[in-house]
């Protein structure tokens, strides 16, 4: 694993550096969209609405609307705001671990003690397991202010961000405002069922099936030579950038950080690719829409 974060649990005068690391991963498979008549890659342009050309990421800014004004924000007004400048996770308060909801939870992250702080880190694990608690705390992480629950897990301390108070939905239906009469003749033979279901939970008795049978069905078409050369499904037309008309994808930029890297001569030849490349990408493109017109027939 790769730590995503770097910074200390602070308490008092008690400083303890940590690493973050994520505490779990997606196993999707990945998919992407083409067309279904030739494998063809299918791509989403930053169109304006307004004068219909295609923006570049530099151009683009966020902004908020309430159904009848937009307030668009600039760079400068996102960094006024409070950002992930603290290194610290500043503990609030110890609380029972009993007091927090699950609903609460959203990310979880392992924290690595650093070489010089194990005791520190030991200690507080020590402390909060005995004491049966949870440490509340506040931190920056990803440009956002967060919330967090520090708890032990084994012998590894968990920090958990948390959702806020205005972010969890009240549950209120109207038919949960009457009870219905329950007997206890239902009482006993729903709790009969139960203990016919009871078990302790084996979180490796259970697996994700569709993703299973996705990757068997994506392996069986590869055997039986259901599959297109990856590099077709790229067309030869590519994204330009507004008003210089300069072609830019996955693989020129990928260049250009090996020659940039190299320095030198590499990277004098590097200034001059993008022209050539541009200039060699403008006839194909003009093609492009003859090419299309063939395929039908």
């Known amino acids: 694993m790769r730590a995503?974060?770097?910074?200390?649990?602070?308490?008092?005068?008690?400083?303890?550096?940590?690493k973050?690391?994520?505490?779990t991963e997606d196993h999707d498979v990945a998919l992407h969209q083409v067309h279904?008549?030739?494998?063809?890659?299918?791509?989403?342009?930053?169109?304006?609405?307004?004068?219909?050309?295609?923006?570049?990421?530099?151009?683009i800014a966020k902004a908020y609307d309430d159904g009848e004004r937009t307030v668009i924000l600039t760079p400068e007004d996102l960094e006024?705001?409070?950002?992930?400048?603290?290194?610290?996770?500043?503990?609030?308060?110890?609380?029972?671990?009993?007091?927090?909801?699950?609903?609460?939870?959203?990310?979880?992250?392992?924290?690595?003690?650093?070489?010089?702080?194990?005791?520190?880190?030991?200690?507080?694990?020590?402390?909060?397991?005995?004491?049966?608690?949870?440490?509340?705390?506040?931190?920056?992480?990803?440009?956002?202010?967060?919330?967090?629950a520090l708890r032990v897990r084994g012998n590894v301390l968990v920090l958990q961000t948390m959702l806020w108070h205005?972010?969890?939905?009240?549950?209120?239906?109207?038919?949960l405002e009457t009870t219905p009469?329950?007997?206890?003749?239902?009482?006993?033979?729903?709790a009969a069922l139960m203990e016919s279901f009871a078990g302790d939970f084996e979180p490796e008795k259970f697996s994700d099936e569709y993703q299973e049978e996705l990757r068997k069905l994506i392996d069986a078409k590869l055997e039986q030579g259901e599959s297109i050369d990856t590099a077709a499904t790229f067309g030869e037309e590519q994204e330009k950038k507004a008003g210089g008309g300069e072609v830019i994808d996955l693989m020129e930029a990928?260049?250009?950080?090996?020659e940039r890297s190299r320095g030198g001569a590499a990277a004098g030849a590097e200034k001059k690719a993008p022209?050539?490349?541009?200039?060699?990408?403008?006839?194909?493109?003009k093609k492009t829409p003859a090419k299309k017109a063939k395929k039908p027939a």
């Open 275 to 285: 022209a050539k490349r541009s200039a060699a990408a403008k006839e194909p493109a």
């Open 254 to 258: 990928l260049q250009r950080s090996v």
């Open 20 to 23: 973050v690391y994520s505490a």
């Open 181 to 190: 009469r329950i007997t206890e003749r239902e009482l006993s033979l729903s």
């Open 4 to 18: 995503i974060w770097t910074g200390a649990i602070t308490f008092g005068l008690v400083n303890v550096p940590v």
């Open 166 to 175: 205005d972010e969890i939905r009240e549950a209120d239906f109207p038919a």
């Open 80 to 148: 006024s705001l409070p950002a992930e400048r603290s290194r610290e996770i500043d503990v609030v308060e110890f609380v029972p671990n009993d007091q927090l909801d699950p609903l609460w939870f959203d990310r979880s992250y392992y924290l690595e003690p650093d070489s010089k702080s194990l005791k520190a880190y030991a200690l507080l694990r020590k402390t909060l397991e005995d004491e049966d608690r949870t440490a509340i705390v506040n931190f920056a992480l990803r440009q956002k202010t967060r919330l967090g």
């Open 36 to 59: 279904d008549a030739d494998g063809g890659r299918i791509r989403y342009k930053r169109v304006c609405e307004i004068d219909g050309k295609t923006i570049p990421y530099e151009h």
